[in-house]
Nanobody, 112 residues
């Protein structure tokens, strides 16, 4: 069992930045990779980025490549998503995920 808790969402102007955190607890030593997903109103949930917990390999959706950076602090069992140059289209609830475990989500709103 793994428990995930996201934080760091909020309201930001276009062009601004936010850093999301995903704190994991439970059987964290079994975690192979953690991913960030997002779901905007009326849209399907989509993967944003993921990081391999073993070798740190990262992947990004084309829509966020070059703007978002995923990182991890294994000592704190926490994964971060640094979001820069935010756009209105980034507005969504952001979730972290590993295997079948999901956090509760954190709202990110980009608006002028």
């Amino acid at each position: 069992q793994v428990h995930l808790v996201e934080s760091g969402g909020g309201l930001v102007h276009p062009g601004g930045s936010l850093r999301l955190s995903c704190a994991a607890s439970g059987f964290t030593s079994d975690i192979y990779a953690i991913a960030w997903f997002r779901q905007a109103p009326g849209k399907e949930r989509e993967v944003v980025s993921c990081i391999n917990n073993i070798d740190g390999t990262t992947h990004y959706a084309d829509s966020v490549e070059g703007r978002f950076v995923i990182s991890r602090d294994n000592g704190r069992n926490t994964v971060y998503l640094q979001m820069n140059s935010l756009e209105v289209e980034d507005t969504a609830v952001y979730y972290c995920n590993t295997e079948q475990f999901w956090g509760q989500g954190t709202q990110v709103t980009v608006s002028s």
